[in-house]
């Protein structure tokens, strides 16, 4: 069984989701140790974001030489992608949504027959079968009871991109309100972490 690891928090070991990312991944490997790890931390080493070269090549226009490592790196997370049972992410809120790392990886492996197409019924999810399970931070509290749900573009969004692709059922473990304070942000931490030690080995 492959494991594949993202991170996108820019805040290295200051990171709660990368902390809780982390702690996924540990209480998975405990469950079943020959667990294939793959991580891939989405801010040491980014992925430009989409250009109208690299589009044109993608539909079978000839490409420039030096877009070359450019689609290396997309095949290369789109396999990765691909071939794992099982995706862990780690995705803090950044004003409202995901982080623009993340996005630059989600937009290279939403593909066109490869993860999603399109046929007479509409989309179709190419993608489906693979347990995806998300650690999010939020500074403040978003949930649907609150003034601010409205406002709420990380887990919606999550929820809609992975559907899209067949992928449904997606398991998210959230550290709520960790900017309103030190007290709230340990707490916060403590209740995602516990969480991530109570989950289902597979």
Not at 5 to 22: C, E, K, N, T
Request: proline fraction near 5%; avoid cysteine.
């Amino acid at each position: 069984m492959k494991l594949l690891h993202i991170d996108s928090s820019v805040l290295g070991p200051h990171s709660v989701s990368r902390q809780v990312s982390a702690a996924i991944v540990d209480r998975l490997r405990q469950a079943t140790p020959s667990l294939d790890l793959i991580y891939r931390d989405l801010t040491q080493t980014p992925l430009a974001h989409l250009s109208a070269s690299h589009l044109a090549a993608v539909q079978g226009a000839p490409a420039p030489a030096e877009l070359g490592p450019d689609l290396a790196a997309s095949a290369a997370v789109l396999n990765e992608f691909l071939d794992a049972d099982v995706v862990v992410i780690g995705a803090p809120m950044y004003n409202f949504t995901i982080p623009s790392q993340l996005k630059a990886w989600i937009d290279r492996i939403l593909v066109a027959g490869k993860t999603f197409k399109y046929g007479a019924a509409g989309p179709e999810g190419l993608a489906g079968g693979k347990r995806v399970i998300v650690a999010v931070s939020r500074g403040g509290h978003y949930g649907a009871e609150t003034p601010y749900a409205a406002g709420e573009h990380l887990e919606t969004y999550l929820r809609w991109v992975f559907g899209f692709m067949g992928i449904t059922g997606l398991e998210f473990i959230s550290a709520d309100g960790i900017q309103i304070g030190p007290e709230h942000r340990q707490k916060a931490l403590a209740g995602a972490l516990q969480a991530a030690t109570s989950l289902r080995s597979a």
